[in-house]
């Protein structure tokens, strides 16, 4: 299969077709770094959600102080394509990634996380080996019981790592993702600013003990319009906000973001009258969080997939749908639809204007 | 990040990594062909669960007749690759599929999967005016209510394409995957009996009718064991049992074969006594049709995923695990799990021996 010709017709291109929709991509992007303009948030979108250095190239220049990534493998990518200002929001540990932050930290300047003593040792004996030293923040979980120290127990170990060599401590980050799906959008308000009052409550005990914490890292894309306006964060690390999708939309309730990502299927069989069956399945995208809608058609349901099959449900005005009609699908969870592509096509008044490779897709180490 | 050489040990290999032991590979593949010979019937393995030339040439050289894939751009991958015989399990439309269709059958012998004359009528015309003629199987939908025409409809379709001069019908295939969860054994091989009767009902018919019907296809791995034994049917399609899984062996109860496919993780997080952090998630494992298990210790439960964090729960005599050690998870669903890797590592008595790109991964149309 050979890449499709720019200036191709969106209805002409081969399918499934993971597009971006640029014009919307860049209201997106430029609604986002506005609001963070406005509440004085520095903005440090997740590269997890496009693995893209095109991607990465837009938002820098958007206003975009860096990235956020969730492996070392994305960081190296990043940096290769210029993205000096890294936070890798997961920890790395091991021999062979720990030499690989140290080549990193050579060309590029990457921040680490960390929540235990047991990451931050090696890492600082082998930046310290090195003559380096690199940026590091303390992950505090706030009531998600994912990873991350209590709050309360952040200024014990930030003392321990304020005092190894190889390392910088600049601040802390937190996640909210526990509140994403908190139907009620007062209580979400409230909860949202309960659980980021704590992280910002760590930052002021950490600066009464003289430590650094110009970082106070939150907020994705599920509630990123409340973690702007947290006062005491410096910053925010929502990314899938650049494409939005139905999960972000209709279950965490996120509205100022258009659809950007859309994904070009085929109805390929038409094996009952209120049964179509189109071209991309589990393989293709993501169901679990959301199903997938299909564009400006409510009477058409994403009903199931199976892994290279989609089985829509039709209502009773869609049952003149043919094989080798075409739908547009708005993604269920971009996140998890995104990694299974190797490409997004871009689009800009219905022409393929460019092709975006997801070069850091599968970079899983 | 750069591959590692082969012979470096399995617990020197950077993490996540998608292991596949060669030997218990081997002996998966040699039971599949054993068994499909000992029922005399012929063995297509699926290649989506895979999606690689390297296990292609293997299971070709073990035995198997061709491979079924899911995809044109699968069976593009796999022609490439030297592989012949290739049934595309499911439906190719669209013009510039066709085209391509037309071109794969000048250097392949593919055979194309069909259940509505829509499909068949464009092809047929392409095939005509490239002066070629390509295979072509009716589906059958066994009672899974997803794609393929009834029993009862199948042989005035194949009427109306033996008569297309573009097509060759030569057989007919179905998937029994509604049954693959019947939880009583007898009942499940009896439910699968009567299903995959069906369809060797209905090839009587084609016969009668003075039609080709020399292909029979079905049988996955969820029901392997049950499908080669079925008087009638020509061939399997069951490709995951190479690999095996939790899914496969736990929810399906298929028996006799090895897990040979592993993913290598790391601790990375022990933020509380009963939970540990691994550098795995969503995005690395598939957990929504099984969890996946960890290797030898099942005082380690995978507890919830996220994109790139695992969360692990700890029976007491876990709580000691740390940071940085390793752990070796068997894939919940391993054909999930494959397509979110760019390769397999592959091992022998626990050293680096090959590595196989996944090379028709992201071939989604």
């Not at 790592?161 to 526990?178: F, K, S």
């Not at 659809?259 to 390929?268: G, K, N, Q």
């Not at 094989?323 to 008044?349: A, K, S």
Request: proline share 6%; charged share 20%; aromatic share 4%.
């Amino acid at each position: 299969m050979n890449y499709p010709l720019l200036g191709t017709p969106k209805d002409s291109l081969d399918t499934p077709a993971l597009c971006i929709d640029l014009p919307r991509f860049e209201a997106n992007v430029d609604a986002a770094a506005a609001l963070c303009r406005q509440h004085g948030v520095a903005w440090r979108p997740h590269a997890k959600c496009h693995k893209s250095p095109d991607v990465a190239r837009r938002v820098v220049e958007a206003g975009a102080i860096g990235l956020t990534c969730a492996k070392l493998g994305e960081a190296e990518v990043f940096a290769a394509a210029g993205v000096s200002d890294l936070l890798i929001a997961n920890y790395v540990v091991g021999p062979a990634k720990i030499s690989r932050l140290v080549a990193l930290a050579q060309k590029a300047d990457p921040i680490i996380c960390l929540d235990h003593l047991d990451q931050a040792e090696p890492i600082s004996q082998a930046m310290v080996a090195a003559g380096q030293r690199v940026r590091a923040v303390i992950e505090i979980d706030l009531g998600m019981e994912r990873a991350g120290v209590p709050p309360t127990a952040a200024l014990p170990l930030a003392r321990r790592l304020a005092a190894l060599p190889g390392l910088r401590l600049v601040g802390i980050m937190g996640y909210e993702g526990h509140l994403l799906l908190v139907e009620d959008q007062r209580e979400k308000a409230a909860r949202i600013a309960e659980a980021l009052g704590q992280l910002v409550a760590t930052k002021e005990r950490m600066l009464a003990a003289g430590l650094d914490c110009s970082i106070v890292s939150c907020g994705g894309t599920g509630s990123f319009p409340f973690a702007v306006a947290q006062p005491g964060i410096t910053e925010v690390q929502a990314g899938g906000v650049i494409f939005m999708d139905a999960f972000y939309r209709h279950r965490c309730h996120i509205a100022g973001f258009e659809y950007a990502l859309t994904l070009l299927t085929t109805v390929v069989g038409r094996p009952a009258p209120d049964r179509a069956i189109i071209d991309a399945g589990r393989k293709t995208m993501n169901i679990e969080l959301h199903a997938p809608l299909v564009r400006h058609r409510p009477d058409i349901v994403v009903d199931r997939l199976s892994a290279e099959h989609g089985c829509l449900k039709l209502a009773p005005t869609a049952q003149d749908l043919k094989v080798g009609d075409r739908l547009e699908l708005i993604p269920g969870y971009g996140d998890f639809t995104t990694v299974l592509h190797n490409c997004f096509y871009v689009l800009q008044h219905d022409r393929l204007v460019d092709i975006w490779p997801l070069a850091a897709r599968g970079k899983l180490a």
